[in-house]
């Protein structure tokens, strides 16, 4: 039998088998990616993301409505002048079809990742999150009763919910910053059983996140000219250049690279001041100084990632380079400004992350960097939230554990030892 797709090392081009690898076993740096068999997307009648399974790295699919879905903006695109606007939504809004209950693109990241991990590898899966990837693993983790070890900050704890309970979680909270919990959940993964998801370097994630724009492109039957997502690892730009290079090769949406248009949240934006002055490297004194005050004032936190993927080979900015991509940065005032908009004209809430991506659209506009005919998706990748409380309960995930920052794991492991051998 051939594998539907192998994993290729960008530093050292060697092939790699799929044993959740993450990365490259001699050591490399680069972003492992992962390369198909099929050449051409053929859409499979199987439900949410799984639809674009030919270009999943996964055998197997789980039944949940979650997927991207893409429509043709009238309100908003009219209120822009712009004719050709589609707008992405991951998030639930039963009334366009969007399926996704924990309402952010991090669950089309989950879904695969939850099926990679049992087919290819064996272990209980650790994130570590500020709020919506841990969401939305425990949303998986409710569907399939997969276990999953979930390590937030203290203040993120109120944002970890299901729609149906979660017996399986494992969540840890600890008192300080979303890198003190990054932190603590690295240490975790010491304990045997314990895998790490991977982030920007787990092929699942990216290709799952990817599928927005295999549906954008597959809704407007072409490519679009620019993607617009707000960032904070820039994992989800990333996907899209990588999703638009298969659908290049595909043959059937266009020849051109879509341009990247990603943003930041002002006063952290150290992927844009490194960008914009052309550098590959992120300079924390220059590009992130008083990283911890400017990410208490941001109005978008899940944007706030001190460590993104950018210089790495196959990160970000090999992305932009590779399609003539754009970073900006938006201040709170323009992304409240902006939600409103969206609001009035789209009748749906959206992440404040996403009210950031509509704030950076709405500059692109009135500068005239994007062109009123240019084809446009817009990644509303979050929202839904009135909408799903309308419809579903919301089961707190309850903590298992408290720690402080800076503590020893040691403090629970034996107790971590008896949960994982009750999970595995
Ligand atoms: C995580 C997240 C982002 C940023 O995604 P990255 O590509 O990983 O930087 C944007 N919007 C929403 C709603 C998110 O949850
Ligand atoms: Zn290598």
Sequence with gaps: MTEKYTLKCPDCSEEIPDRYTNVCPTGCTGLIRAYYWKKQLDIQPLPGIFRFS????????????????TYKSEALAQELGLSNLYIGFSGYWPERGAAIESCS??????????VRMKEKGHGILQISS????????CQVSALTG???????????????????????????????????????????CSIPGIVAEGGARNVARRDGMGTVMLDGAVTAGRLPDYYFQAVGSGTGGIAAWEASMRLVGDGRFGTILPHLYLTQNEPFVPMMKAWQEGRREILPETDMADARRAISQVYADVLTNRHPPYSVKGGVYDALSATGGTMDGITNVQAKEAEKIFIDAEEIDPDPAASVCV???????????????????LNIAGGGYKRVAEDKNRFPVEPMFSVKGGSPVEEIRSEIDTWVNGHA
């Design 359 to 377: 704030a950076s659209l709405i500059k692109a506009v009135e500068t005239g960097t994007v062109g009123k005919d240019d084809y446009i998706l």
């Design 105 to 114: 693109f991090k669950e089309l990241e989950a879904l695969p990742t939850t």
């Design 130 to 137: 500020a709020g919506n990837t841990g969401r939305a693993f």
């Design 146 to 188: 997969a276990p999953v070890v979930v390590v937030v900050p203290e203040s993120s704890k109120e944002r970890l919910w299901t729609t149906t309970p979660a017996e399986n979680v494992c969540l840890i909270t600890v008192e300080g910053d979303y890198t003190d919990s990054i932190e603590f959940g690295n240490a975790i």
């Design 54 to 69: 030919d270009w999943l790295p996964v055998e197997g699919h789980l039944p949940s409505d979650a997927g991207p879905i």
